[in-house]
């Protein structure tokens, strides 16, 4: 089971931008150097250490209990100096291609639904091909049967789009099924694009 300090907090940079999550260990930590202030997500109020630990701890919030002191867990925290967007790529991942691709066969155009696509190494893995964007595109079972193991142009085939790095950009990587409610407030669909981590 995962520790309470093994959650994630999400990371705001100084102007209110979010740009990763850490560990709530590290987020207290954070807090307790003065590197990072805690947010309040209901009033948006930005607490140091000491205030933080002065607030009252309702009981069914999550909370961490030490000797002399009982913390809510800061689930959004507000760095202190930091005020850059992180520039991140995205993964070469299975799922990643398939969005590029938008699940279609990059030779014949059909969508026949991802059981029926495949990644095709353009020029294969057996003659020096390697596992990259550039070299990775989605192919039905028939397309994929047919080239084999040539490239495309001595199998007949002609790719629709050239293979490129996809053009999005993620900006904030979490856990899969380590989104918190109290998030909402900083984060709108249109920039929840994640990278996901198992």
């Known amino acids: 089971m995962e520790s309470v300090l093994d959650q994630r907090a999400l990371v705001l940079n100084r102007s209110w931008v979010a740009i990763d999550t850490t560990t709530v260990r590290r987020a207290l930590v954070w807090i307790y150097r003065g590197i990072a202030r805690a947010v309040n997500p209901e009033t948006y109020e930005a607490h140091d250490f000491e205030a933080w630990s002065d607030l009252s701890v309702v009981r069914e919030q999550p909370h961490i209990r030490t000797v002399n002191l009982c913390i809510r ?23 990643n291609i398939y969005k590029r691709d938008k699940y279609t066969c990059q030779y014949c155009g059909d969508r026949p639904g991802s059981e029926e696509l495949s990644i095709d190494h353009v020029v294969p893995r057996a003659r020096g091909g390697r596992s990259t964007w550039g070299n990775c595109v989605l192919a039905c079972v028939e397309c994929n049967k047919r080239k084999a193991n040539r490239t495309p142009e001595e199998a007949g085939l002609e790719l629709h789009v050239a293979p490129v790095r996809p053009p999005w950009t993620p900006l904030v990587s979490v856990r899969v099924g380590s989104r918190r409610a109290s998030w909402e407030r900083f984060l709108s669909e249109k920039y929840w694009n994640t990278e996901l981590v198992d």
């Open 73 to 95: 867990v800061p689930e959004v925290i507000l760095l202190s100096m930091y005020n850059e967007v992180p520039r991140k790529e995205v993964v070469f991942s299975r799922r």
